[in-house]
């Protein structure tokens, strides 16, 4: 296979399809690698090791990793779910639903494990149909199909073409419904080279039970044609070919295979017209598969409202303050709640509430008003920007309504003048991400309408006093930083400062933000092996990470990683794993005592360098130069005050130009010295 291609795609399962899939995918050369985790991780090191004999012979740039858990593998754009748990199939009936209590606990597992994973997920372990489903409503996952049906169908079609003894490429017809014997022949609208035919439904429903059984007896177990059906689904979901593929889904509140339409990797329904007969037997699938799920859906699922449900069930809430200022985020759901308070706590004050007051963001999972906003904004016309690196379109109306979408995280939002900013969207994650950034926006507009700025440092606290650090991109003010926390320093920002005269002081305020440090500084400070076990041992670091670097981490990789437009990719943290991942203490406030405008320069000694240096207007944030946050919404005053009294506080600090290496120490010896009266 040629043309687009795709990152990392995990495999879970060692075993027949497994090996299969995975061959394939090494074998195809479109995606970056392959991750191979097994219950065990024997079979998996064994496997990567054929795969790697394989990838050198063949010369597929294709990498092969073994994975030692579900868990490293939230960063691969997809995961096949193959794995079979250990039971004796005894069955002469009902084959594929032998399977179903032993199986169910592995799938429940591993669904847990990878819970809000937002790739696509591609199940093969029978009973597919109920452990796709299983997998689904276990794990909050939004893309979960069912290989299957696809395999029903490209069977059908065989054995079709060969009793009529045309070319199978004339045959069109589908399989759907289980995957067993419920399986639905869809006789009534199959046509050969585009005509209606008279199909031996019975034979050709014996060859579909007969053709797997003839492998099995064979080989022990079918694995070429569902690994086949596997890629298939793959390369559709994933939008790298556009085509019809039969898969297990939940459609109309049913969990059984129909045919998806992908193009660029969106499915749509595109079910064949049934006769009576066909439309009772869809039926009697449903009801199967129904009474096979029940029991395991009220043992594996956890008790959670449906999106429709939770516009009635009580609300989430958390009110985030700091400086006299705040905003509530509420939800129907509580991952978006409790997502601020972990967002927030650390550097501001967030605190669970059950009544909201106040300025509110309200942030909704709901699939249906996100879809509303988003036609609207498309249909009227709008103008475009990029928010928080994304595409955003938004359009104002006349009494100050604007309405946004985001359509590649599938957001909207709806502000009205004076109101409260609402944001829908399809999936928890997405929406807990966007609440929490505008939730600090309006902050933001209330703290700038009180008299703070904006000021472009990374800031270090200890007895109250505060050494600010500046300089240009790759200066190293988050180095600085680092260094000073590691010496007893309370870190308060890592990019970006509140700060405000208060008299003759200076206050300062953390701006809360997931931080970013760059592959070679977390080695260099020691960081790497620990930050990896965690990763390993399938923790999360903040979602905006680039898959790059989770694959990085992953690999035991220290090289740093850049994008094409020559920005550095790097690890993101969430702020309360600056404390629990890496020992460091975080401030909440303090008044700024000491400036430092560090030059990194690879081997250099650790040096003061004479001559002044100042903050300038341009080191502070306006309206204008906001590169991340443009203000869509209208949450910043129209006034700002001006930096001209800040700059003259600022310029009677102690203040230091300095020059550092690469030695970890040397450049901390320094630092300490210049430090040490400023506490």
């Known amino acids: 296979m040629t ?371 988003a036609q609207r904004v498309a249909d009227h016309a709008h103008e475009e920007t990029v928010y928080a690196n994304t595409s955003m379109l938004f359009d104002r109306d006349d009494d100050g309504t604007v309405l946004a979408s985001q359509p590649d995280h599938k957001l909207a939002y709806r502000a009205e003048s004076g109101g409260s900013l609402h944001i829908y969207g399809c999936e928890d994650v997405p929406v807990a991400l966007a609440a929490a950034r505008l939730a600090r926006e309006v902050v933001r507009g209330q703290l700038v309408a009180d008299g703070w700025s904006i000021l472009h440092t990374s800031a270090v606290v200890r007895d109250g006093q505060t050494v600010l650090t500046l300089g240009d991109k790759g200066a190293g003010k988050t180095t600085v930083g680092l260094l000073l926390a590691r010496t007893g320093w309370q870190l308060l920002a890592n990019d970006r400062v509140f700060i405000r005269r208060e008299d003759d002081r200076l206050r300062v305020l953390p701006w809360p933000s997931a931080a970013a440090i760059g592959l070679g500084l977390l080695d260099a400070l020691g960081w790497n092996d620990q930050v990896r076990e965690r990763v390993q041992n399938g923790e999360q670091l903040h979602p905006t990470q680039h898959r790059k670097v989770t694959d990085a981490l992953h690999s035991g990789s220290r090289t740093p990683l850049w994008n094409e437009s020559g920005k550095e990719l790097k690890p993101q943290f969430f702020p309360d794993q600056l404390h629990s991942w890496l020992g460091l203490a975080l401030a909440t406030e303090g008044h700024a005592t000491r400036v430092l405008f560090p030059q990194i320069t690879p081997g250099a000694e650790p040096t003061i360098l004479d001559g002044d240096h100042a903050v300038a207007a341009d080191d502070f944030f306006t309206a204008g130069t906001e590169d991340r946050y443009p203000d869509v919404f209208g949450l910043l005053p129209a006034d700002l005050s001006g930096v001209e009294p800040l700059l003259e506080l600022l310029g009677e600090l102690p203040r230091h130009a300095l020059t550092l290496g690469h030695d970890v120490k040397a450049n901390t010896d320094l630092l300490k010295q210049v430090t040490e009266s400023a506490a």
């Open 3 to 373: 043309g687009a291609k795709t990152g990392a795609i995990g495999v879970i399962g060692a075993g027949a399809i497994g090996q299969s899939v995975a061959m394939l995918l090494a074998a195809g050369g479109w995606c970056e690698s392959v991750r191979v985790v097994s219950r065990t991780g024997f079979s998996a090191r064994a496997l990567v090791t054929d795969l790697e004999d394989m990838c050198q012979v063949t010369g597929s740039p294709v990498r092969a990793v073994h994975a030692v858990g579900p868990g490293q593998l939230v960063s691969c754009e997809a995961v096949v779910v193959c794995p079979r748990a250990e039971f004796i199939n005894t069955s002469r009936t009902n084959v594929r639903m032998a399977g179903l209590n032993a199986n169910a606990p592995v799938i429940a597992s591993l669904a847990r494990a990878l819970a809000y994973y937002q790739g696509l997920v591609v199940m093969v372990t029978n009973p597919v149909d109920v452990m796709a489903r299983l997998f689904a409503e276990v794990s909050g996952c939004p893309r979960v199909y069912g290989v299957g049906s696809n395999t029903d169908t490209a069977r059908y079609r065989l054995a079709l073409a060969r009793v009529l003894d045309v070319p199978v490429a004339e045959v069109e017809g589908h399989v759907i419904g289980e995957h067993g014997d419920q399986a639905v022949v869809c006789a009534s609208a199959t046509r050969v080279n585009g005509r209606p035919v008279d199909v031996p439904v019975g034979r050709v429903r014996r060859e579909l039970a007969d053709r797997p059984a003839r492998i099995n007896a064979g080989l022990g177990r079918t694995r070429c044609g569902p690994a086949g059906a596997v890629i298939a689904a793959l390369r559709a979901g994933l939008g790298l070919d556009d085509r019809v593929v039969e898969l297990s889904v939940n459609h109309e509140r049913r969990w059984m295979g129909i045919p998806l339409r992908f193009t660029a990797g969106t499915p749509s329904v595109c079910l064949p017209r049934l006769d009576a007969v066909e439309a009772r037997q869809l039926v009697a699938a449903d009801v199967k598969l129904r009474d096979a799920y029940e029991p395991l859906g009220r043992l594996h699922v956890p008790v959670r409202p449906s999106w429709k449900e939770k516009t009635a069930v009580t609300r989430t809430a958390t009110r985030i303050a700091t400086a006299g200022q705040a905003v509530t985020v509420t939800s129907n759901t509580p991952v978006v709640t409790d997502w601020a308070l972990r967002y927030f706590g650390p550097w501001w004050n967030a605190t669970g509430i059950t009544v909201a007051d106040g300025p509110q963001v309200i942030a909704d999972v709901s699939p249906a008003k996100a879809t509303e906003i």
